[in-house]
């Protein structure tokens, strides 16, 4: 079976904190990455996609290590807003849906 | 940007009754729309395929005649739960293939209806 495996925290960390999660997935020819952030009761959104060569937005750092099948998302500095769960998300191939982890739940404190 | 425009947003219904939910695109067309259900801390979990002009695919353990799927046409597909019990009450989230991800990584990017929150009574 397909898998995408994630800890599902919770992470409670103080404000200015650098946290960072990790998920793996089963199918080694997967095609896509994606980590999602949502927020209580609403359906989830993009927060970046994972470049094979690692990418970065601002306070947020993925990266993909094919060779170990995990993606990872680093974020600096956090902030209460980015108290929410995040979601790795993995496309197998083409036009085929997502397969998401059950989250990582983030609760920054001030 | 891209958008998929889902309701109702929350719906109660008594047992035994049925339930309709319309996922739109607005300014896209969308040949295949996923449909997810959440329950209460898990992940989404896809529950069928929808395809403009043909039947659905559903995946495995996810009863077809329970959950009608129609994808009509290129901007609508809509989700009947049927005969609802208190077990099917959960998160219902539509998603949609919006197009290419315009930075390096080129994957397809898959945009998301609001949900609809289903509470069978």
């Known amino acids: 079976r397909k898998e995408v495996e994630q800890d599902p925290g919770p992470f409670n960390v103080p404000e200015g904190a650098t946290v960072a999660f990790n998920c793996t997935y089963s199918n080694s020819a997967s095609q896509s990455f994606f980590w999602y952030r949502q927020d209580c009761r609403k359906e989830p959104k993009l927060l970046m996609s994972v470049y094979s060569s690692g990418n970065e937005d601002g306070r947020f750092t993925a990266q993909l290590n094919r060779a170990s099948q995990y993606i990872s998302l680093l974020i600096r500095d956090s902030k209460l807003s980015d108290s929410a769960t995040y979601l790795c998300?993995?496309?197998?191939?083409?036009?085929?849906?997502?397969?998401f982890g059950k989250g990582t739940r983030l609760s920054v404190i001030a | 940007g891209a958008v998929v425009s889902q309701h109702p947003s929350w719906v109660i219904c008594k047992s035994g009754t049925s339930v309709k939910i319309e996922c739109r695109s607005l300014?896209?067309?969308?040949?295949?729309m996923f449909w997810y259900r959440q329950f209460p801390k898990q992940s989404l979990m896809l529950m069928a395929t929808?395809?403009?002009?043909?039947?659905?695919?559903?995946e495995q353990g996810v009863e077809k005649d329970k959950f009608l799927i129609n994808h009509a046409s290129l901007t609508l597909s809509t989700l009947t739960v049927t005969s609802a019990h208190p077990e099917d009450s959960s998160f219902y989230i539509c998603?949609?293939?919006?197009?290419?991800?315009?930075?390096?990584?080129?994957?397809?990017?898959?945009?998301f209806g609001a949900g609809s929150r289903l509470t069978v009574l």
């Open positions: 300014d896209f067309q969308a040949t295949t």
């Open positions: 998300a993995v496309m197998w191939s083409g036009n085929t849906p997502l397969v």
């Open positions: 929808s395809n403009e002009g043909s039947k659905a695919t559903y």
């Open positions: 998603s949609a293939n919006y197009g290419r991800d315009r930075g390096s990584s080129g994957a397809n990017v898959l945009t």
